[in-house]
C-alpha cells in the first residue's frame, strides 16, 4: 500500500526566504507526481506535474524534483510572498485506476 | 474552460440525516473521482468512474455511501444515514484519462455533520 509523507507538517518563515517543502512516498511504481496548492475553503489547485521518466519541473518561482528510485520529491520555492501562504499537498499517482494517494501537507505561513 | 462545478458548497445536517452531493466534470473528461478530505489529512479516494462504470470503489463505506454517474456526465454522491465522523470536505475530481493526465478538482462541498 502506497504511503506519502510530508515533512514538515507546518512552516513559518519571513518574506524573501527560498523554502524547500519534502515529500516521501513508500512504493517507486508510480504513474507521475503531482504538487498541490491548497487555500483554506478551497478545493486543490495543481502547481506542478512531474511524470515518472523525468527529474524536475519549474514553474515561475516554483521548482519541484523527482527521484524515483529513493521515493522523494521537493518542491523548492524562491523568494517566498505572504501570497505564498497556504497548504501544500504532494500526491502520487498509481494503480491501474490512476488514482492518487496524497501526503497529510505542508501548511505554510509567509509573514511579511 | 470551465472547471469542475460542485454543490453545495456547504451543508450542514444532523447525524443520521441523509445529503447528497453533485459534480459536473470539466467537458469531455471520461474519468471522475471523489474524494473525502478530513480535517488535517491529505484527501482520500473514495471512488472513481470511468465513463458511467465503477473503477474502484474499496474505499467508499457501501452501507451508507452510494455514488452514481448516470450517462457518464454528472455524478452525485448520497450519504445515508450520516455519521459523526463523516464530517469532511468532499472533492470532486475529473481528467482525461490516463497516467499522464493531471487531475482537475473542484472547490468541494464541506460537510458538517451535528
Known amino acids: 500500500k502506497q504511503e506519502v509523507t510530508q515533512i514538515p507538517a507546518a512552516l513559518s518563515v519571513p518574506e524573501g526566504e527560498n523554502l524547500v517543502l519534502n515529500c516521501s512516498f513508500t512504493?517507486?511504481?508510480?504513474?507521475?507526481l503531482q504538487w498541490f496548492r491548497q487555500d483554506p475553503g478551497k478545493g486543490l489547485t495543481s502547481l506542478l506535474l512531474i511524470q515518472s521518466s523525468q527529474r524536475e519541473q519549474t514553474s515561475g518561482r516554483l521548482n519541484a524534483s523527482l527521484d524515483k528510485s529513493s521515493g522523494r520529491s521537493t518542491l523548492y520555492i524562491a523568494a517566498s510572498q505572504p501570497g505564498d501562504s497556504a497548504t501544500y499537498l504532494c500526491a502520487v499517482m498509481t494503480g491501474s485506476g490512476y488514482a492518487l494517494n496524497f501526503g497529510k501537507g505542508t501548511s505554510l505561513l509567509v509573514t511579511p | 474552460e470551465a472547471g469542475v462545478a460542485q454543490s453545495p458548497r456547504y451543508k450542514i445536517i444532523e447525524k443520521r440525516q441523509s445529503v447528497a452531493f453533485w459534480c459536473n466534470p470539466i467537458s469531455g473528461h471520461a474519468t471522475l473521482y471523489w474524494y473525502q478530505q478530513i480535517l488535517g489529512q491529505g484527501p482520500k479516494l473514495l471512488i472513481q468512474f470511468q465513463n458511467n462504470g465503477v473503477v474502484d470503489d474499496s474505499q467508499l463505506p457501501k452501507d451508507r455511501f452510494s455514488a452514481e454517474r448516470l450517462k457518464g456526465v454528472d455524478s452525485t454522491l448520497k450519504i445515508q444515514p450520516a455519521k459523526l465522523e463523516d464530517s469532511a470536505v468532499y472533492l470532486c475530481a475529473s481528467s482525461s484519462g490516463g497516467g499522464s493526465q493531471p487531475q482537475h478538482f473542484g472547490d468541494g462541498t464541506r460537510l458538517s455533520i451535528l
Open positions: 512504493d517507486s511504481a508510480i504513474y507521475n
